[in-house]
Protein backbone atom coordinates (compact mmCIF):
# COMPACT_ATOMS: atom_id res chain seq x y z
CA UNK A 1 0.00 0.00 0.00
CA UNK A 2 1.44 3.22 -0.68
CA UNK A 3 1.81 6.24 1.50
CA UNK A 4 1.16 9.46 1.11
CA UNK A 5 3.35 12.11 2.25
CA UNK A 6 1.89 12.61 5.20
CA UNK A 7 2.02 9.38 6.89
CA UNK A 8 4.35 9.49 9.57
CA UNK A 9 7.21 6.58 9.64
CA UNK A 10 6.85 4.31 12.21
CA UNK A 11 10.82 4.42 12.81
CA UNK A 12 11.90 5.93 16.45
CA UNK A 13 13.92 9.19 16.04
CA UNK A 14 17.83 8.91 17.25
CA UNK A 15 18.48 11.12 19.96
CA UNK A 16 20.44 13.93 18.86
CA UNK A 17 24.33 14.23 19.82
CA UNK A 18 25.29 10.31 19.27
CA UNK A 19 24.11 9.53 22.66
CA UNK A 20 27.25 11.79 24.02
CA UNK A 21 26.91 14.11 27.23
CA UNK A 22 26.72 17.76 27.11
CA UNK A 23 29.88 19.01 27.83
CA UNK A 24 28.82 20.41 31.10
CA UNK A 25 27.85 17.28 32.87
CA UNK A 26 30.82 15.56 32.02
CA UNK A 27 32.70 18.46 33.87
CA UNK A 28 30.58 18.80 36.63
CA UNK A 29 30.58 14.90 37.09
CA UNK A 30 34.44 15.17 37.36
CA UNK A 31 33.76 18.43 40.12
CA UNK A 32 31.93 15.54 42.25
CA UNK A 33 34.63 13.12 41.73
CA UNK A 34 37.67 15.20 43.01
CA UNK A 35 35.62 16.52 45.98
CA UNK A 36 34.65 12.47 46.96
CA UNK A 37 38.52 11.53 46.43
CA UNK A 38 39.86 14.94 48.88
CA UNK A 39 36.89 13.85 51.32
CA UNK A 40 37.82 10.44 51.66
CA UNK A 41 42.04 11.94 52.13
CA UNK A 42 40.36 13.74 55.20
CA UNK A 43 40.83 11.59 58.37
CA UNK A 44 38.81 12.56 61.03
CA UNK A 45 41.34 12.19 64.06
CA UNK A 46 38.24 11.32 66.69
CA UNK A 47 37.17 8.15 65.14
CA UNK A 48 40.72 6.70 65.36
CA UNK A 49 42.51 5.07 68.34
CA UNK A 50 44.89 7.28 70.83
CA UNK A 51 47.87 5.53 69.31
CA UNK A 52 47.10 6.30 65.70
CA UNK A 53 45.83 9.77 66.64
CA UNK A 54 49.46 9.79 67.84
CA UNK A 55 51.05 8.60 65.16
CA UNK A 56 48.79 10.63 62.30
CA UNK A 57 49.81 13.81 64.31
CA UNK A 58 53.95 12.64 64.97
CA UNK A 59 53.76 12.49 60.45
CA UNK A 60 51.84 15.69 60.07
CA UNK A 61 54.28 17.62 61.92
CA UNK A 62 57.56 16.12 60.65
CA UNK A 63 55.88 16.82 57.31
CA UNK A 64 55.61 20.49 58.37
CA UNK A 65 58.53 20.57 59.63
CA UNK A 66 60.60 19.63 56.75
CA UNK A 67 58.17 21.79 54.52
CA UNK A 68 58.95 24.81 57.02
CA UNK A 69 63.12 23.77 56.76
CA UNK A 70 63.18 23.47 53.00
CA UNK A 71 61.59 27.07 52.83
CA UNK A 72 63.81 28.54 55.56
CA UNK A 73 66.71 26.84 53.58
CA UNK A 74 65.31 28.52 50.43
CA UNK A 75 64.84 32.03 51.96
CA UNK A 76 68.51 32.06 53.53
CA UNK A 77 69.85 31.12 49.53
CA UNK A 78 68.11 33.88 48.15
CA UNK A 79 69.02 36.11 51.08
CA UNK A 80 72.65 34.98 50.07
CA UNK A 81 72.98 35.66 46.55
CA UNK A 82 71.61 39.21 47.07
CA UNK A 83 73.89 39.77 49.31
CA UNK A 84 76.77 38.86 46.99
CA UNK A 85 74.92 40.17 44.51
CA UNK A 86 74.86 43.76 46.47
CA UNK A 87 79.00 43.10 46.78
CA UNK A 88 79.57 42.81 43.49
CA UNK A 89 77.76 45.41 42.19
CA UNK A 90 79.72 47.53 44.88
CA UNK A 91 82.52 46.62 43.61
CA UNK A 92 82.01 47.21 40.53
CA UNK A 93 80.75 50.67 41.12
CA UNK A 94 83.77 51.62 43.19
CA UNK A 95 86.41 50.23 40.57
CA UNK A 96 84.64 52.57 37.73
CA UNK A 97 84.88 55.20 39.85
CA UNK A 98 88.63 54.38 40.38
CA UNK A 99 89.64 53.86 37.05
CA UNK A 100 86.96 56.49 35.04
CA UNK A 101 89.51 59.26 34.02
CA UNK A 102 92.38 56.66 32.85
CA UNK A 103 91.68 57.56 29.04
CA UNK A 104 91.62 61.23 30.15
CA UNK A 105 95.23 60.46 32.51
CA UNK A 106 96.59 58.39 29.26
CA UNK A 107 96.14 60.93 26.94
CA UNK A 108 97.95 63.26 29.74
CA UNK A 109 100.90 61.38 30.25
CA UNK A 110 102.77 62.37 26.28
CA UNK A 111 102.23 66.18 27.51
CA UNK A 112 104.37 65.32 31.02
CA UNK A 113 106.56 63.40 28.88
CA UNK A 114 107.41 65.97 26.51
CA UNK A 115 107.79 69.15 29.72
CA UNK A 116 110.27 66.31 31.26
CA UNK A 117 112.21 66.40 27.91
CA UNK A 118 112.18 69.81 27.50
CA UNK A 119 113.23 71.18 30.74
CA UNK A 120 116.42 68.07 30.46
CA UNK A 121 117.14 69.98 27.19
CA UNK A 122 117.13 73.20 28.78
CA UNK A 123 119.01 72.01 31.50
CA UNK A 124 121.68 71.07 29.11
CA UNK A 125 121.96 74.01 27.86
CA UNK A 126 122.32 76.22 30.92
CA UNK A 127 125.37 77.59 30.73
CA UNK A 128 125.47 81.43 29.41
CA UNK A 129 121.81 81.50 29.77
CA UNK A 130 120.08 84.93 30.22
CA UNK A 131 117.94 85.46 32.82
CA UNK A 132 115.06 85.15 30.84
CA UNK A 133 115.86 81.90 29.64
CA UNK A 134 116.10 81.02 33.48
CA UNK A 135 113.15 82.22 34.44
CA UNK A 136 111.39 80.51 31.20
CA UNK A 137 112.97 77.39 32.43
CA UNK A 138 111.81 78.22 36.21
CA UNK A 139 108.24 78.32 34.82
CA UNK A 140 108.40 75.37 32.59
CA UNK A 141 109.72 73.17 35.61
CA UNK A 142 106.93 74.91 37.86
CA UNK A 143 104.11 73.73 35.36
CA UNK A 144 105.87 70.48 35.19
CA UNK A 145 105.37 70.41 39.03
CA UNK A 146 102.03 71.08 39.14
CA UNK A 147 100.91 68.14 36.98
CA UNK A 148 102.73 66.18 38.45
CA UNK A 149 101.38 66.98 41.59
CA UNK A 150 97.91 66.72 39.77
CA UNK A 151 98.34 62.94 38.48
CA UNK A 152 99.81 61.80 41.95
CA UNK A 153 96.57 63.05 43.76
CA UNK A 154 94.45 61.30 41.31
CA UNK A 155 96.48 58.08 41.98
CA UNK A 156 99.40 58.03 38.91
CA UNK A 157 102.62 56.70 40.01
CA UNK A 158 105.65 56.39 37.72
CA UNK A 159 106.84 52.40 37.59
CA UNK A 160 109.96 52.01 38.84
CA UNK A 161 112.79 49.80 36.71
CA UNK A 162 116.38 50.91 36.61
CA UNK A 163 117.99 48.03 38.80
CA UNK A 164 114.85 45.56 39.15
CA UNK A 165 113.90 42.41 37.40
CA UNK A 166 112.63 42.93 34.21
CA UNK A 167 108.62 42.29 34.37
CA UNK A 168 106.84 41.60 31.41
CA UNK A 169 103.42 42.72 33.54
CA UNK A 170 104.63 46.66 34.03
CA UNK A 171 107.62 46.77 31.37
CA UNK A 172 108.35 46.35 27.69
CA UNK A 173 111.68 45.13 26.71
CA UNK A 174 112.69 46.89 23.78
CA UNK A 175 116.55 45.90 23.72
CA UNK A 176 118.93 44.28 25.97
CA UNK A 177 123.03 45.38 26.08
CA UNK A 178 125.63 44.53 27.64
CA UNK A 179 126.49 44.37 31.01
CA UNK A 180 129.01 43.58 33.91
CA UNK A 181 127.57 45.87 36.51
CA UNK A 182 124.11 44.50 36.28
CA UNK A 183 122.62 41.12 36.34
CA UNK A 184 121.21 39.82 32.95
CA UNK A 185 117.31 39.74 33.09
CA UNK A 186 117.70 43.45 35.15
CA UNK A 187 116.63 46.88 33.90
CA UNK A 188 119.70 49.17 32.95
CA UNK A 189 117.60 52.04 31.80
CA UNK A 190 114.26 53.57 31.21
CA UNK A 191 113.55 54.98 27.87
CA UNK A 192 110.17 55.48 27.87
CA UNK A 193 108.59 56.22 31.42
CA UNK A 194 105.31 54.33 32.88
CA UNK A 195 102.76 55.00 34.99
CA UNK A 196 100.28 52.46 36.50
CA UNK A 197 96.82 53.91 37.82
CA UNK A 198 96.20 53.08 41.46
CA UNK A 199 97.07 49.13 40.88
CA UNK A 200 96.58 48.69 37.23
CA UNK A 201 98.90 49.73 34.37
CA UNK A 202 98.01 51.79 32.12
CA UNK A 203 101.39 52.70 29.92
CA UNK A 204 104.59 50.07 30.68
CA UNK A 205 107.67 51.03 30.65
CA UNK A 206 110.02 50.85 27.43
CA UNK A 207 113.44 49.51 29.54
CA UNK A 208 116.93 48.05 28.07
CA UNK A 209 117.61 44.95 29.63
CA UNK A 210 120.81 43.59 30.67
CA UNK A 211 122.71 40.22 29.30
CA UNK A 212 125.63 39.14 29.99
CA UNK A 213 128.88 39.93 27.94
CA UNK A 214 130.40 38.12 25.53
CA UNK A 215 133.54 36.27 26.05
Not at 72 to 88: G, T, Y
Not at 100 to 108: P, V, Y
Not at 189 to 198: D, E
Request: net charge negative; hydrophobic share 35%.
Amino acid sequence: MATGPNDINDQPEEPQGNGQQPEGAETGGLDQELDEILAQAEVDLDSLPLDEQVRLLKTRLEKSQSETADQLDAAQRAQAEMANFKRRTDEDRIANSKYANSRLISNILPVLEELDLATGHAEKQAEGQTAGNASLLEGIKLIQRKLTGVLESEGVAAIEGVGLMFNPLEHEAVGTEESTEIEPGYITQILRPGFRLHDRVIRPAQVMVARAPQE
